[in-house]
């Protein structure tokens, strides 16, 4: 099994472009996570979604879409990228059981120019 | 903001000695969980503490979590150069166990 994987690794953008990272999972996750980290300020959650076809927004939704058409794949749009989207994004997922413990992708390295 | 706090910020120690992190949360809580991240990677789950436990071990590792302080603590004992990374710990409220609140983690350097 891999795992999380997170689709590319490092991504430049000027501001105003747009672009969608993509998450998968092979592990029959329920449960999929986007949050982004910042230094000094640990992980933030943007979206989230508890099944196929469900999505809700997490701490710093502003800026950000995502869907969720397969149970395997998380989808994170930026439509207009901004400086302030520049991050470290990381994809997490768990299994059915809610509050259990997470399971990390190696995470997107985006900067916004 | 909702995020718990960490501290230190930073902590750097000896191979063999021990490394204490502390934190602090603001709501009544499922559990409490604490995550390594080596630098440059994603975070890997280290132990998960129920809201009616006290004190649990894994291996090298002791977590203690007292609800009525709202803060629980993370030991390493012996630590070793590989356990350099930095330390989140990460609530999941009592309210809605969907998601995890992480706080602001602990830089630890264990100097061989």
């Known amino acids: 099994n891999a795992g999380v994987t997170q689709t590319p690794k490092f991504r430049v953008l000027k501001t105003g472009q747009s672009m969608t990272l993509l998450c998968a999972q092979d592990m029959n996750h329920e449960y999929m996570y986007w949050y982004r980290q910042d230094p000094g300020m640990g992980l933030r959650l943007i979206h989230y979604?508890?099944?196929?076809?469900?999505?809700a927004k997490g701490e710093v939704p502003d800026g950000y879409n995502v869907s969720r058409l397969k149970k395997q794949n998380f989808l994170l749009g930026l439509e207009s990228a901004a400086p302030s989207q520049t991050s470290v994004y990381f994809c997490?997922?768990?299994?059915?059981?809610?509050?259990?413990?997470?399971?990390f992708g190696p995470g997107t390295r985006l900067t916004v120019l | 903001s909702q995020q718990g706090e960490e501290d230190p910020q930073a902590l750097s120690i000896q191979e063999g000695e021990n490394a204490t992190m502390n934190c602090s949360y603001k709501t009544s809580i499922n559990n409490l969980q604490w995550y390594r991240q080596n630098s440059g990677r994603g975070l890997v789950h280290l132990i998960l503490?129920?809201?009616?436990?006290r004190e649990k071990h894994s291996g090298r590792l002791r977590v203690t979590l007292d609800t009525s302080k709202k803060s629980s603590s993370l030991l390493i004992t012996a630590s070793r150069a590989a356990d350099t990374a930095s330390y989140f710990c990460a609530t999941a409220s009592s309210y809605n166990t969907d998601k995890l609140i992480f706080g602001t983690g602990t830089r630890l350097q264990v100097f061989p």
């Open positions: 503490i129920r809201s009616n436990e």
């Open positions: 997490a997922s768990i299994p059915s059981v809610r509050g259990l413990e997470q399971f």
């Open positions: 979604s508890v099944g196929e076809g469900t999505t």
